[in-house]
């Protein structure tokens, strides 16, 4: 004999070796694969599109920054000391393509780590409407123009005026219980024959007198009577992020009060430039303009 198995055995070593060869091809394809550290939602962006970023870092991390389409973005951590987020949003009015993400962590012992990531952004359908308004709104007398200028260094003050802590807390809501939406964010709007702005806001048909919400918790930086915006409130939540509620026509709160999600803040109406009643909501972060709606569906988390 020279020693090799007997004849009938070695359809056995065969399966043996068959499985085991099955066993791990299945072992490694079901081994976890590294948890991304930095992700974003909505995953598709486009102009106008509101995002939450978040970085998964370890415990004992002390601080996160980040720099984005020139934006510099302060990330606050959450309740279980992993998770870093930051409400951040693309312009109404930016290209598409690539843009850069660099985010900065401090990790336990003083370390640093920079991320480097692409993030995307499409193009979003926006359509285009005509309309008829009075000549005193698309030109403005010297009067007009004088009252515009002043209400605009009101306006910067007080988009300047933000808390460097989230204000908010969970999901944001719309402001009116029940009204049908009457004009799209990102409207391109022709006045007279004019192009004239893009329509950074959304717009709810509302009666006279229908109560207006607080879409989240913050501060009011903001309530007065402006030329274009007509009776405004401009509502703070923090890290740069803010709700511009315009043509209202009573006030239900007053600069510097706090405001919680779904209180009662004003009245709508159709004061300032406007065709008719209505409610105007705008978002702005950094001065980025932001779709409402697209704010509606994110999925946010609590922190307050």
């Not at 399966?15 to 991304?36: F, G, H, Y």
């Not at 370390?111 to 005509?130: D, I, L, S």
């Not at 893009?198 to 717009?203: A, C, F, K, P």
């Amino acid at each position: 004999m020279n020693g090799a198995p007997p004849m009938k055995s070695l359809p056995r070593i065969y399966l043996a070796v068959l499985l085991s060869t099955i066993t791990v091809r299945l072992t490694l394809c079901q081994t976890p694969k590294p948890t991304e550290p930095i992700t974003w939602t909505p995953a598709r962006l486009t102009n106008g599109s509101p995002c939450l970023f978040t970085a998964e870092l370890p415990r004992g991390a002390s601080s996160v920054t980040g720099e984005w389409q020139g934006h510099t973005i302060a990330f606050f951590q959450s309740k279980d000391k992993r998770h870093w987020y930051a409400l951040v949003g693309v312009d109404v009015e930016v290209s598409p393509g690539d843009y850069p993400l660099t985010i900065e962590a401090t990790l336990p012992g003083g370390n640093q780590q920079t991320f480097h990531r692409e993030v995307n952004v499409g193009t979003a359908p926006y359509t285009k409407v005509t309309l008829t308004v009075p000549d005193k709104f698309v030109q403005p007398n010297a009067e007009a123009l004088k009252q515009i200028e002043a209400d605009k260094a009101i306006k910067d003050k007080a988009f300047a005026d933000t808390n460097p802590e989230p204000q908010w807390s969970g999901d944001f809501v719309p402001p009116l219980k029940v009204a049908p939406r009457s004009d799209s964010f990102g409207t391109r709007r022709v006045f007279n024959g004019t192009l004239a702005s893009v329509h950074r806001g959304l717009d709810y048909h509302a009666h006279p007198g229908t109560p207006i919400m607080a879409v989240n918790s913050g501060r009011v930086v903001l309530a007065q009577s402006l030329y274009y915006e007509g009776n405004c409130v401009v509502i703070d939540h923090g890290m740069g992020l803010m709700t511009v509620y315009m043509h209202l026509s009573k006030f239900k709160i007053a600069a510097g009060d706090a405001v919680r999600q779904g209180q009662l803040i004003a009245l709508s109406g159709g004061t300032g430039r406007a065709t008719g009643p209505h409610l105007h909501l705008g978002v702005r972060w950094q001065g980025a303009y932001l779709d409402p709606q697209k704010l509606f569906t994110l999925n946010l988390p609590k922190i307050q």
